[in-house]
């Protein structure tokens, strides 16, 4: 089963809603203690800043438990917006440190004239990802943003997408996955790729 | 790279779905009920829809939050929410309930530090400043309470002191409000000159090409329609549409 965790930041009852649309029971996850054998999919949501994301990991205790639920490879983890960058080992925006589950560093656009980063764009695959299945080549999907994520090692990287500079928009490493935008406000595209996170099958 | 956002701006007054004109509040038209206008544009693919109460602060009114949840708990698309937001304590409700960014306007010019106050706790992302413009002696002013109060706060000034805080500037131009005869040209080119921050214009639009115009002259731009996304034909028939496919087609993107 699917959970989302709800720690007072990011659109839980739209993921949630969706999930349900196509047929999948997802549980909102307040409490680490949910996070037991049934769970074998987490859905690690964000809005907002670095910090705050990882001050309300901390506080109500989900460091550890994320860490632990990954280390075994039939479970699948999927961060999105904030929930993705927290992924990363730190932040130009903050001083905490982050979940280090994908090496890398958040960094703020530097020659974007406009910023935030906001409204639809293109995500363009860089190799096949389960993620993306059946979903049409460079399909927009809405984002809401001013930091990106610099991805240590290339094979991380699955899909980019371009704002004043080209940029990561989907992270994997193995089991964990990571997107930069938000697909529970992206109509069909992101209703499919949440729907193929939900298909993903570990064994 | 370019971004256009087309996004349906719709007015809300006592929980009913309204379209204003020229901000006169003995000039208003019952559209319909707000839930069913949001599952429509749901249903039609709005890239996002921006939702303003103009009843919540001209009758000293929280925002509805029981209203605001239910709206957030069935859209798909991203929503902003303006109307009656005064504390950190509303903005942050709003946003728990999943809506994506809240808008201020009023509360600017009652509390100095609002707006930095809201973006150090939730993020720039999150807030939104929405401001009605009128123009006198060729300056253009910003005006509170729906067009009623004059804040003599001169547009320029005022953009320098919010942009480096705020998430998004929403522009509409009272003298275009529901006219639906194109909008404030010039408004748009004056501002636009000088922002770094994502820019959303109402006001006026009457038609899809006024749409296109402004969306071809910069490569940024946010483009909200009220009147043009519930009416249709040319008796103003109350219709709710969003012609996203021919508007994506004229822009070629």
């Known amino acids: 089963m699917i959970g989302i965790i709800s720690y007072g930041l990011g659109n839980t009852m739209a993921i949630r809603n969706i999930l349900n649309d196509i047929g999948d029971n997802a549980e909102l996850i307040n409490d680490p203690n949910q996070i037991d054998t049934k769970i074998d999919k987490l859905i690690l949501p964000g809005v907002g800043s670095f910090d705050s994301a990882m001050q309300l990991l901390k506080e109500k205790n989900f460091i550890e438990p994320i860490k632990m639920f990954v280390k075994n490879k039939n479970n699948f983890l999927l961060g999105i917006c904030v929930g993705m960058q927290i992924l990363a080992n730190s932040s130009e925006e903050g001083k905490k440190e982050g979940l280090s589950l994908i090496p890398g560093k958040i960094k703020k656009f530097k020659n974007a004239k406009i910023l935030p980063h906001v409204g639809w764009n293109k995500v363009t695959k860089l190799r096949e990802v389960e993620l993306l299945r059946d979903i049409k080549e460079n399909s927009k999907f809405y984002f809401l943003h001013s930091y990106y994520y610099e991805v240590e090692a290339k094979n991380h990287i699955a899909a980019s997408s371009s704002y004043f500079t080209d940029f990561t928009s989907i992270v994997i490493n193995k089991n964990i996955f990571g997107v930069q935008f938000h697909p529970e406000k992206s109509h069909q595209s992101g209703k499919m790729l949440l729907k193929n996170f939900a298909r993903i099958n570990g064994n | ?253």
């Open chain 2, 1 to 253: 790279m370019e971004i256009k956002r087309i996004i349906p701006i719709l007015t809300i007054l006592n929980d009913d779905l309204v379209k204003t004109k020229f901000f006169n509040q003995n000039n208003l038209t019952y559209i319909g009920d707000i839930l069913n206008a949001v599952r429509i544009f749901n249903d039609k693919n709005a890239e996002e829809i921006i939702i303003n109460d103009i009843g919540a602060t001209v009758n000293n009114k929280k925002p509805n939050f029981s209203l605001i949840k239910k709206i957030s708990s069935i859209s798909r698309m991203p929503i902003s929410y303006g109307g009656g937001i005064k504390s950190l304590e509303d903005a942050k409700k709003i946003l728990s309930y999943g809506i994506e960014k809240i808008s201020i306007s009023s509360a600017l010019f009652e509390n100095d530090n609002i707006l930095e106050e809201f973006v150090s706790e939730i993020g720039s992302q999150s807030v939104a400043v929405t401001i009605d413009l009128k123009m006198i002696n060729d300056d253009y002013f910003i005006f509170t309470n729906n067009g009623k109060t004059n804040t003599k706060v001169i547009l320029n000034e005022f953009i320098k002191k919010i942009s480096k805080f705020a998430g998004e500037l929403v522009i509409n131009s009272i003298d275009n409000d529901g006219s639906m005869n194109g909008p404030d040209e010039r408004m748009i080119s004056n501002i636009h000159r000088e922002l770094q921050i994502p820019l959303v214009v109402t006001g006026g639009f009457g038609k899809i090409d006024d749409i296109i115009n402004i969306c071809k002259k910069y490569d940024i731009i946010g483009v909200a329609c009220g009147s043009l996304f519930v009416y249709k034909g040319n008796n103003n028939a109350v219709l709710i549409n969003y012609p996203i496919n021919e508007i994506r087609r004229k822009l070629d993107i």
